[in-house]
């Protein structure tokens, strides 16, 4: 059973940073593109950042570009994710997202599985 599990959300202060990472499990993940989204309260989900199955490729949304560094590591099957100078408008549940089709893409619908999400806060 494919299985994704965020971790690593929490309460900040802006310009704080945190660590999001996410563990997978059931198959072998080493193909696929891994992508991070958010949705805030009353919003829809939001493409984040996308990396594609080599690590080779990354493809940011603008508000994050600079301040957000998406890593994976293909033997442990995890997917971190570092967010540095975080602002209030960061403030959503996180969620990390496979996709078999293996290219970085920021498109919901071109992820397979996905995670529960974590909350992060950032105050002001």
């Known amino acids: 059973q494919v299985q994704l599990v965020e971790s690593g959300g929490g309460l900040v202060q802006a310009g704080g940073s945190l660590k999001l990472s996410c563990r997978a499990s059931?198959?072998?993940?080493?193909?696929?593109?891994v992508g991070w989204f958010r949705q805030a309260p009353g919003k829809d989900r939001e493409f984040v950042v996308a990396i594609n199955w080599s690590g080779g490729f990354t493809y940011y949304a603008d508000s994050v570009k600079g301040r957000f560094t998406i890593a994976r590591d293909n033997v442990k099957n995890t997917f971190d994710l570092q967010m540095n100078s975080l602002k209030p408008e960061d403030t959503a549940v996180y969620y990390c997202?496979?996709?078999?089709?293996?290219?970085?893409?920021?498109?919901?619908?071109?992820?397979?599985?996905w995670g529960q999400g974590t909350q992060v806060t950032v105050s002001s």
């Open positions: 059931g198959r072998t993940f080493s193909t696929d593109a």
């Open positions: 997202a496979t996709s078999r089709y293996g290219l970085a893409s920021q498109a919901p619908g071109d992820y397979d599985s």
